[in-house]
């Protein structure tokens, strides 16, 4: 059977093929249609299916990452949706959280309320802080307010009532009469999408589902009927956790799904770096909008629920406050504006800067002749001889030298009074440092040490960038995958069926009944057990993990812990306690063991594994790779002539040194003088620096 894994990008929307049988890949790029991204799509689906010959009935596995759900939160162009509080607390959307970009500013504004306070319902009810029932719900209100509802043709309802995380009755009895009296009505409870202590959070989630819901079950329901008319398999949707979900599941949750491509990609690295043996890695994936870093150590990801959509941060931290909180598991990397379409400018103080505007698939960098007249990153890599005018899709699209060269003096090189190359150079160095910053994130500032890492390079852009980033952080290696530029969508068919659990459940771990732990550990296994019956997972592949939110006494945010323990018993605590210290130690510098543990959030994984895949590109037993020369500018040489090679020819074990450009379909590694690079039988490309 094949996998398909579909990934739209900001310039390119990428189709990746893949054999169950044999690994073997293919790809297909097509240009994003940011008017219609399903158009796209089905473009690259038609494309992949033709040229390698993939019959409708062999697909066994069919998998997408949209960005749908956050260009609606970032762009503001979601459905009209209502929101539902209890009385007196309609308004703690913009309340929200004192955490400010910006402590000295007094002029910022906060981000947009998707919900607004017309929009935004009172209902008599109220549940205690320890989950009795204070004041009954008023059923008497609901009729009328199910009326205006439909009256101002709200297209979705959100549902947020106190304390419904510790008794939902509440808020199921409003749910069940808004859904009996609407039937079409996307309807969203918080005790559904986020039973967790935390009100701002837990609203917030809630609203962007609404916000967003509709706009996603369009856009599903016309990309299904499309891949159904195709003869294709049912759809599955990249959850930002790391795994694929069914539609119904992605249309229950639309929030989960926020970073739906990035996680693709680490994914895709975590599968190539068990293949070679690589289980700990710094995943590096730049696109034609953005950068995104990972840190994977003994093939595993953090995640976070501490995540804003729409969210800034600078090239240190992460600014709370700039975006619409998710409580939602999410990969934890670290994303910066910097990719291939990232436009480079002049600000009023004569500094150049790089981003965050980016030129997209439309009309793209100057050099792609589509109406782009902004130098980008992508114009800077062909003005310095990275990128060949006629290598880029193996010479479907032409490039436009002269045009880029022109751009950067023009925008950047007469405002600075350089020359085409010394503002191209900048621009890269600009990028360079933007994206190490990323890098040190996930790794420096998480308690480890680059040192230690390899680089698994990929993106378009990605093995164009990646020595200079590993020379800036002493990374030892970079491993550039099959296929790169569509690595990401390769992690859509090499991920399992996942979905994230949780239920809060305040206590002092010491002082916990085990028996009560248990029992909600395992109404959670239950539920997903339901899940992954209706996904058609064989009881043999089902996994579930165990984690808990655990925190100080007093403190206001908690680190999540695993536990391997099937049933929970005296020892299980004990780890858990153990752990936690160690994990506080490393992630904030200290620790104190003799502070009580306080149990905040019980969270469960639910797994459903699917047969795992191997990447394999293979490389030609003995072929004439060098297919000519090209000066090349590097900051320590200036222009030098170098080695231009087919990568799909260079023989295995086969050594190219350095300086020297390797091209392929889909992206281009630069191997810097100081380098030299050695491709793989399975077609990886692994770089390390000349002893």
């Not at 309609?90 to 400010?100: H, I, K, P």
């Not at 939602?328 to 910097?338: C, F, G, H, K």
């Not at 900048?426 to 994130?441: F, G, H, Q």
């Not at 925190?551 to 323990?565: F, G, H, I």
Request: glycine share 10%.
């Amino acid at each position: 059977m094949w996998r398909i894994g579909i990934d739209i990008g900001g310039t390119f929307t990428d189709v990746a093929i893949v054999d169950e049988a044999t690994g073997k890949l293919g790809i297909a790029k097509t240009a994003t249609t940011p008017q219609d991204f399903g158009q796209g799509v089905l473009n690259g689906l038609r494309d992949a299916i033709a040229e390698y010959g993939v019959a409708p009935n062999e697909v066994g596995l069919l998998s997408h990452a949209t960005t749908i759900v956050t260009n609606a939160l970032l762009e503001e162009k979601g459905v009209k949706a209502a929101l539902i509080t209890t009385r007196g607390f309609r308004d703690v959307l913009e309340l929200r959280r004192s955490a400010r970009a910006d402590l000295y500013d007094l002029f910022q504004d906060p981000p947009a309320v998707l919900v607004p306070r017309s929009s935004r319902f009172e209902v008599t009810e109220r549940i205690s802080a320890q989950g009795d029932v204070v004041t009954p719900l008023a059923l008497d209100e609901v009729d009328a307010l199910i009326e205006r509802i439909k009256a101002e043709k709200y297209e979705a309802v959100a549902v947020t009532l106190l304390f419904s995380f510790l008794n939902s009755d509440h808020e199921r009895a409003l749910g069940e009469r808004i859904r009996a009296a609407l039937p079409d009505m996307p309807v969203f409870l918080s005790c559904e999408v986020l039973p967790e202590v935390q009100e701002f959070e837990r609203t917030s989630t809630t609203a962007v589902c609404a916000y967003v819901g509709p706009l996603l079950k369009s856009y599903l329901a016309r990309l299904e009927e499309a891949t159904r008319q195709l003869g294709l398999p049912r759809l599955h949707v990249m959850a930002s956790a790391g795994g694929v979900v069914d539609v119904k599941e992605a249309l229950r949750m639309p929030a989960a799904i926020v970073e739906s491509g990035p996680a693709a990609g680490v994914i895709a690295a975590i599968v190539a770096g068990k293949q070679i043996g690589e289980t700990t890695l710094l995943s590096f994936d730049m696109g034609g909008t953005t950068a995104k870093a990972c840190l994977i150590k003994d093939s595993e990801v953090e995640t976070t629920s501490d995540y804003e959509v729409g969210g800034q941060g600078n090239q240190n931290r992460w600014l709370h406050g700039t975006g619409h909180p998710v409580r939602v598991p999410v990969i934890d990397l670290a994303e910066v504006s910097a990719g291939g379409g990232s436009i480079a400018w002049v600000d009023p103080a004569g500094a150049l800067r790089v981003g965050p505007a980016s030129a997209g698939a439309e009309p793209g960098p100057v050099c792609y002749g589509r109406g782009g007249t902004r130098p980008t990153v992508t114009d800077a890599n062909l003005v310095l001889g990275y990128l060949d005018q006629s290598s880029l899709l193996g010479g479907r699209m032409s490039i436009d030298s002269g045009a880029a060269t022109k751009a950067f003096d023009t925008h950047i090189g007469k405002t600075l009074g350089l020359g085409a190359t010394e503002a191209a150079a900048a621009v890269i160095d600009i990028v360079n440092n933007a994206m190490a910053e990323a890098l040190r994130i996930v790794s420096v500032e998480r308690g480890h040490d680059p040192r230690d890492f390899g680089l698994m390079a990929f993106g378009g852009a990605g093995p164009l960038h990646a020595a200079a980033l590993a020379d800036e952080l002493d990374i030892p290696e970079v491993i550039v995958p099959p296929i790169p530029g569509g690595f990401s969508a390769l992690g859509l068919v090499g991920a399992d069926i996942r979905r994230d659990y949780s239920r809060t459940l305040y206590a002092a771990l010491d002082r916990i009944d085990h028996d009560q732990l248990e029992a909600v550990w395992a109404e959670m296994e239950r539920d997903a057990d339901d899940m992954l019956e209706q996904a058609g997972i064989a009881a043999a592949d089902r996994q579930y993990n165990r984690s808990a939110g655990l925190r100080y006494a007093r403190q206001a945010y908690e680190l999540n812990v695993s536990t391997a323990d099937a049933k929970v018993t005296a020892a299980t605590i004990a780890g858990l306690t153990r752990d936690f210290h160690s994990k506080h130690q490393q992630t904030y510098g200290h620790h104190n063991p003799s502070e009580p543990v306080q149990l905040v959030t019980l969270r469960l994984t639910a797994i459903g594994k699917l047969p795992d895949l191997e990447f394999s590109q293979r490389s030609v037993d003995g072929g004439a790779s060098l297919k000519g020369r090209r000066k090349a500018w590097f900051r320590a040489t200036g222009f030098v002539d170098c080695d231009i090679h087919e990568r799909g020819r260079i023989a295995h074990d086969d050594v190219v040194m350095g300086p020297a450009v390797i091209e392929s379909f889909d992206s281009t590694i630069v191997v810097p003088p100081n380098w030299k690079a050695r491709a793989t039988k399975e077609g990886f490309v692994r770089m390390e620096r000349k002893s």
